[in-house]
Every structure is written in structure tokens, then in C-alpha cells.
């Protein structure tokens, strides 16, 4: 990703010269100094991987999607981690390999760009759930149009 350019996979524009995961790992540092957004790490986390499924296998990103929507329905996060921890016991692979990973552009009406707004981090929680509210919204108006 050069200067001009956006993300292939999500879409991004560069942010302060950043490209979207150096975008995610500031947000993610801004974890420490505030405690609402902390909170909110399993939402960040899982929408990035969401705007970025190339690295990840069918089946791990239907598991993280069936967690993500008990989150957003409620589920506190400690049965979500239990949960995700059982599953992932042994050898589960989450990854493909990185010769059969194959991002593919696709346009997301909110992205890490959105969230990501230096220098501070005052309201980014209220960003990252609005961020998981649009992936949500988004499957929906694909699932009622099939």
C-alpha cells in the first residue's frame, strides 16, 4: 500500500500516513490509557479480522462471526472466551496458508479509517461499536437480499 492507495482487502485510506493495520495497532495502544476502549478490544479485533478474511479459514471466520453476533445480542465476553478457548484446544487452524490467501477489495460503509482518528482516543469505543453495528447491518441487507 503506497501513500495514495487504500486498502485492497477493506478499502481503507491511508489515516496520518498509516496504512489500516498500523492504524489497528495504535487503536489497540490506546487500549492501556483508556478503559472504555479497552473494553471493546473483542468488537475491534473482530471487525478488522472481518474487513481482512483472506488470512483466515471458512471455518474460523464462521466461528468468529456465530461469537461476534452473541456479543452484540449480549453474551458477556467471558463465556464468549471460554467458549472460543474450547474450541481452539489441539491443533485447530485458524490460518490458511499464505499461498492460498486471496484478498479480494470490497467496500465497507465504516472501516478501521473510521475508528482510527489521531491524536486522541476520546470516543473511539462509541466508534468501534458503531464500526461492529455497520458489519452487522451489512450482512443483514446481504442476507435479505439473496
Not at 13 to 24: F, I, K, M, N, S
Not at 26 to 48: G, K, N, R, S
Not at 51 to 61: G, I, K, N, V
Request: glycine share 6%; hydrophobic share 45%; proline share 6%.
Amino acid at each position: 500500500m503506497t501513500a495514495d492507495e487504500t486498502c485492497p482487502e477493506c478499502g481503507a485510506p491511508r489515516t496520518a500516513g498509516l496504512t489500516c493495520w498500523e492504524q489497528l495497532g495504535l487503536l489497540i495502544a490506546w487500549e492501556h490509557a483508556d478503559p472504555e476502549l479497552a473494553a471493546e478490544h473483542f468488537l475491534t479485533v473482530a471487525c478488522y479480522n472481518f474487513q481482512h478474511p483472506a488470512q483466515f479459514t471458512d471455518a474460523a471466520l464462521a466461528g468468529l462471526r456465530s461469537v461476534f453476533l452473541d456479543y452484540l445480542a449480549g453474551r458477556p465476553i467471558a463465556e464468549i472466551r471460554r467458549q472460543v478457548g474450547q474450541r481452539a484446544a489441539g491443533a485447530v487452524r485458524v490460518l490458511r496458508p499464505e499461498n492460498e490467501r486471496r484478498p479480494v477489495l470490497r467496500r465497507w460503509t465504516l472501516t478501521i479509517a473510521d475508528v482510527y482518528t489521531p491524536p486522541h482516543s476520546a470516543g473511539a469505543a462509541a466508534r468501534v461499536k458503531a464500526w461492529a453495528a455497520s458489519i452487522k447491518a451489512e450482512w443483514e441487507r446481504e442476507s435479505a437480499g439473496r
